[in-house]
């Protein structure tokens, strides 16, 4: 029996394998040594699994894609495809012998696309320009850069309607993969990608194509939840670190393709942030573009790189006040790409976005750890309740 913030439960998560075109699950996945499921935000959903050999867990060996690791807990599914499996003897003869796999889920998919120069054009005719470029809405590009992917190479992802939503951002690449120019796109906008997987029962999604289990895409902005508070008084946070790292460079030079003389240049820097003569950095960076928007969006990329960095890292463990989910059942419930406050006592508070969900399940314990992650949204302002680091660095300056 596990405890849960729920009660006392038996069966606090519940796996099962399904074919990737079958109404009904092959088995269900039981008496476990180790599950451990993460939920992500900024990468693949993963699971690491550890269970006796048998009938019902012998589909774990295929690693063809046509076995689907399905995890449920409060309402919050979890879909993904075995990447490496391993079956060895048990350490006595008479047990039976153990299978170890790894999974991986929706988003890698997406680092398996790859967005050529003109996406709506055959291969053999991609001579009309050297790069991919898009400017629009936030949400218009991701959704259209998931398009270009998916219709090219049938991946099982359905859109949801393109609303527009989000300030309006540029990518470029050159035969980037989809994952690559997407991170490009939502990197400092507050949006993030939301990948959800649909099951015979749910809501009909949009487009959705043979009717088997796929995958929602929709672009979303970080969610406010009103009272998640992370504190050592609240008994769910253990430990903390914050870490400031000053600019490694705080404008750029930017060239275009053109070689020798023939190369111009444009200068980009930081905006809305004041500088000493001490903390001016210059660095130079090229662009494949050559229009300004090109090199605009190159020397922006290149700022975000070597930005300033302002990161905590905190150890979570929460309480039974807050559970994972999202089925409505528990009155309090964070779910990934929510925003939280990390309450650090005497130095103040600092808001962070949950990106990471982690949930561990063995026959002696069950476990759900969260993970925060300073958003690359607000790089300083978030801080601003840091009360006394603040009124050091003011001291500094008057």
């Known amino acids: 029996m596990y ?13 099962e394998l399904w074919n990737y075109s079958d109404l009904r699950p092959l088995s269900r996945i039981e008496l476990a040594d180790k599950i451990s499921v993460t939920w992500s935000m900024q990468g693949p959903d993963t699971a690491e699994i550890v269970v006796p050999y048998s009938e019902a867990t012998a589909p774990l060996m295929e690693t063809n894609g046509r076995v ?21 003897p048990a350490n006595k003869v008479d047990e039976a012998a153990n299978i170890s796999v790894t999974t991986s889920g929706a988003y890698s998919l ?28 936030v949400e218009t590009v991701v959704k259209s850069i998931v398009h ?10 359905s859109l949801t309607p393109d609303l527009g939503r989000g300030p309006v951002v540029t ?56 009272g998640l508070v992370f504190s050592r008084k609240g008994h ?14 705080t404008q750029f030079i930017v060239g275009d393709s053109g070689q020798g003389t023939e190369q111009k240049f444009r200068f980009v820097m930081e905006e809305d942030v004041t500088h000493t003569p001490w903390s001016i950095r210059e660095g130079y960076t090229s662009s494949q573009g050559d229009s300004k928007s090109e090199m605009i ?10 930005a300033a960095s302002y990161q905590l890292e905190a150890t979570l463990a929460p309480s039974s006040v807050w559970e994972f989910g999202n089925d409505g059942k528990y009155p309090r419930q964070y ?43 607000y790089p300083s302002d978030i801080y601003s309740t840091v009360a006394s680091l603040a009124k050091r660095v003011d001291r500094l300056g008057g």
Not at 297 to 306: P, T
Not at 343 to 367: C, K, N, Y
Request: aromatic share 6%.
């Open 335 to 377: 779910d990934i790409g929510d925003w939280a406050t990390i309450d650090l006592g005497e130095v103040g508070e600092v808001r962070q976005v949950i990106t990471e969900v982690t949930a561990e399940l063995t026959p002696a314990a069950f476990t759900v750890t969260p993970k925060v992650t300073t958003p690359d949204t």
């Open 171 to 226: 990518v470029t690449g050159r035969m980037k993969y989809a994952s690559e120019l997407i991170e490009q796109a939502l990197s400092g906008t507050g949006y993030r990608l939301a990948l959800d997987p649909w099951f015979y029962g749910d809501p009909q999604p949009n487009n959705l194509g043979s009717g088997d289990p796929c995958v929602t895409v929709d672009v979303v902005p970080y969610r406010e939840n009103p």
């Open 68 to 88: 689907l690791v399905v995890v449920q807990l409060n309402g919050r599914r979890h879909i993904s495809t075995v990447t490496k499996a391993v079956l060895e």
């Open 297 to 306: 969006s190159e020397g922006k990329k290149a700022l975000a790189d070597n």
């Open 3 to 15: 405890a849960t913030p729920r009660g006392v439960t038996s069966d606090p998560m519940t796996v």
């Open 236 to 249: 769910d946070l253990e430990d903390w670190k914050l870490t400031r790292t000053r600019a490694s460079r």
């Open 148 to 157: 270009f992917g998916q219709n090219r190479v049938g991946h099982p992802l």
């Open 110 to 137: 997406l680092q398996a696309e790859v967005i050529p120069p003109s996406p709506g054009k055959p291969l053999t005719q991609q001579v009309e320009r050297e790069n991919f470029t898009m400017t629009a809405p």
